[in-house]
């Protein structure tokens, strides 16, 4: 199956056309509303064989006004060797999604991990807490929140290093 009868199936599982597409590298990308989530993953997992959860991430934009954080899942399906991206954009006033843990036993880890490190919430998550942090950090760490360095120094000349 090419991307493009993969993406017809996508839209007959959402009920209309996804929101973008875009096909990088052979990769079909498709952004989905959080919605329509589970229904994608269970109808590309049960009747396209996209079984193994490659990885599930996170991106903190946050110049994007009410989109600020993506969720990124990637799916492979391993008869066919095909891969497809799935990104759900969430708003940071309500930065929650269902969790895949009923879908894949995969998911738990990576779900925690991307909680830990952008403060994703997965909704019904059997045990979402910090997996890599330390429990007592109140935030998350690669949220674009603070400066990489100091502004206030003075004893360092960037152009030394490139910038």
């Known amino acids: 199956m090419d991307n493009q009868q ?4 996508i839209a007959a599982l959402v009920g209309s056309e996804p929101n973008a597409v875009e096909d990088t590298y052979g990769m079909l990308n498709v952004h989905l509303e959080t919605s329509s989530l589970l229904n994608v993953v269970e109808g590309l997992k049960t ?5 193994y959860l490659t990885d599930i991430c996170a991106s903190h934009y946050p110049d994007r006004v009410g989109a600020e954080f993506e969720v990124v899942y990637h799916l492979h399906n391993l008869v066919a060797n095909q891969r497809v991206r ?20 995969g998911a738990n880890w990576m779900e925690r991990e991307t909680f830990d490190f952008y403060g994703v919430n997965f909704e019904g998550h059997p045990d979402l807490r910090r997996i890599l942090n330390m429990d007592d950090m109140d935030y998350h760490p690669l949220r674009k929140q603070y400066a990489l360095e100091d502004e206030t120094r003075t004893d360092k000349n960037d152009t030394f290093f490139g910038r």
């Open 86 to 105: 799935l990104k759900v954009a969430l708003p940071e006033a309500q930065l929650s999604i269902p969790t895949l843990t009923g879908f894949c036993a």
């Open 47 to 51: 009747k396209h064989q996209f079984i």
């Open 6 to 9: 993969l993406l017809t199936h």
